[in-house]
């Protein structure tokens, strides 16, 4: 985590990548808390190829890079947290077809407990 003085969090996050750049190999630089709107801000370096391709399919929209490329990310996000919980449904179901309803209620509701009063580190 690096911490660095600016006018807002945008030139921060350019000022980091100007300064970190020269020293270490960074793709992604991001805010550590969300803005006024809920969003996180994220400095993106792309290589050559992959901007040329980002520049030129918002061309052909009509809109800015990192419009689509914001856009772009929070549907990946929104389809991995969909997919999160389909394979979340899927194991449920598997339970369900073996447990009763009620012993999955009651295993759910102790690992939770003893989750929120011994903390574990979680896969990601």
Known sequence: MAVHGARSPASALHALRRWLGTRLPIDVLTAHYPDRHGQVLLNVALDHTADRALRQAAAVLGQRPQDLLRRRVTAALAREKQE?????????????????????????ACLLHRHQHHPTRTAP
Do not use: F
Not at 86 to 107: G, I, K, M, Y
């Open 84 to 108: 999160r919980a389909r394979r979340l449904e899927v194991r449920l179901e598997s339970l369900l077809a073996e447990q009763t309803p009620e012993d999955v209620l009651a295993c759910v």
